[in-house]
């Protein structure tokens, strides 16, 4: 079982940045792969980045790519999403998720576990 638990979420204008975090709780955190969603309202979850077991692999959704970046510390259970140049359309709940497997997905159903969700709104 594991339990996760985003912060960092906020309010920010256009262009600026945010860092969200995602803790997890468990002695096997090190064994999943990672991955960010995210949900505006009256739209469909969407894919923002995943990131393997050991950090080494990472991707993006298209929206994102070149602006976020995602990360890990296997030491302190923790994986992080920077988020630069902030758009109004980046405005959405973002929410943390644990797969059992060592490579990311794209996919939400692929994941095992997720988060409560963070706010993130983008002022223009």
């Known amino acids: 079982q594991v339990q996760l638990v985003e912060s960092g979420g906020g309010l920010v204008q256009a262009g600026g940045s945010l860092r969200l975090s995602c803790a997890a709780s468990?002695?096997?955190?090190?064994?999943?792969?990672m991955g960010w969603f995210r949900q505006a309202p009256g739209k469909e979850r969407e894919f923002v980045a995943a990131i393997g077991w050991t950090g080494a692999s990472t991707f993006y959704g298209d929206s994102v790519k070149g602006r976020f970046t995602i990360s890990r510390d296997n030491g302190k259970n923790t994986v992080y999403l920077q988020m630069n140049s902030l758009k109004p359309e980046d405005t959405a709940v973002y929410y943390c998720?644990?797969?059992?497997?060592?490579?990311?997905?794209?996919?939400?159903?692929?994941?095992?576990?997720w988060g409560q969700g963070t706010q993130v709104t983008v002022s223009s």
């Open positions: 468990g002695r096997t955190f090190s064994s999943y792969a």
């Open positions: 998720a644990a797969r059992n497997q060592r490579w990311g997905s794209k996919r939400w159903l692929d994941y095992d576990y």
